[in-house]
């Protein structure tokens, strides 16, 4: 006998599909809530998002990953402790409610590919296909960087993850074969060529396996010392946010700050200058000096920020000793993945090298995905 659910999703018959990339950030990391740069590319890893309109006065959900279904409608629309899996598509509609009130009732389907946890932004990925899709199946005219803004609150307002908009942002706005340049003050944003394959040079992401959690402690806590360092600054300069800052600026931080907010600061500051830097040489197809940005980031990451972990400093260590272009964690950290450009003519003798060595030492195994640039959300 059919289950319900399979008679609901039987067939794809009206159903419109939608996708979203993941991320990796190529550089300017825990810059995007200070109002700074970022500069992130768009991978070929999607969320999935089919939608049908329906008459039965509830959404009904079904998730091919957990092998899991939900229904609710208005009244039930609050954060659910047991089906995680929900709460990303239902702090869309929440939020999508703010803007543009009730939408019709719907069927979804959801399915993921961008691997969960590994710091390449599932779930930004989920929230933005999901208020494209309906924002397109309805007819909301919400312009798409409203879209990747109220995909950012439902993370922050309805999930808890108090991120920045640099994974929303990329997941709307990315493009093949290039990086994109966030301004996260003006939302103001630039297309830089990044076609690394003409460089003979491959994307490759290796997941430590060990699983963060944005939400996590460590995120909110980075958040509240760089508050707490901008409260301090603000009774001596007039700036709104640590992007502010100007040389003299940073000078006076690095005087009157006491550790650790002065090297969070200090991060902040050097990342900042790191992004344009980067940004500049590749627009001037000068690669010369593009790992070294990179390692710099990291080490900052690592020494001053302090949100790498023993797997990453490994990881980005022995990339390098195995002959990658360029190698740095990427995302929030405390876990999640390193980006690495390798070259094409060692990949597979590289990829066996960085397993071996990863597993002698940490007992498992990483996950290694050679990934494509993409483009950023659309229907499918
Ligand atoms: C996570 C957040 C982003 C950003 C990065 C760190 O991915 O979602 O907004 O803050 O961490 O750069």
Redesign the pocket.
Known sequence: MMTNIERIFKDKEGFRGFRAPGRV?LI??????HYGF?LPVSINKFFYFYLRQNRENKFRVFSENFNDYYEFDYSNLIFNREKTWINYLMGVISEIKKLRGEIPYFDAYLYGEVPMGA?L?SS?AYEVSVAYGINEYFDLKIDKKEIAKLSQRAENNFVGAP?????QFIATFGREKTALLIDTLTLDYEHIPFDIKSRGLRLVVVDTKVKHS?AGEG?STRRREGEEALRILQKYLNINSLRDLDEEGYELSQKILPSPLKERVAHVYNENKRVLNFVNDLKNDNWENLPKYMLDSHLSLKNLYEVTCEELDFLVEKALEYGAFASRMT???FGGSTINLVPESIIDNWIEKITVSYENKFGFKPDVLVLETSDGVREI
């Open positions: 950030n300017g990391e825990h810059t995007d809530y970022v710091g932004s930004a991120c920045g908009i640099m994974d944005i995120y995302g929030g950290g």
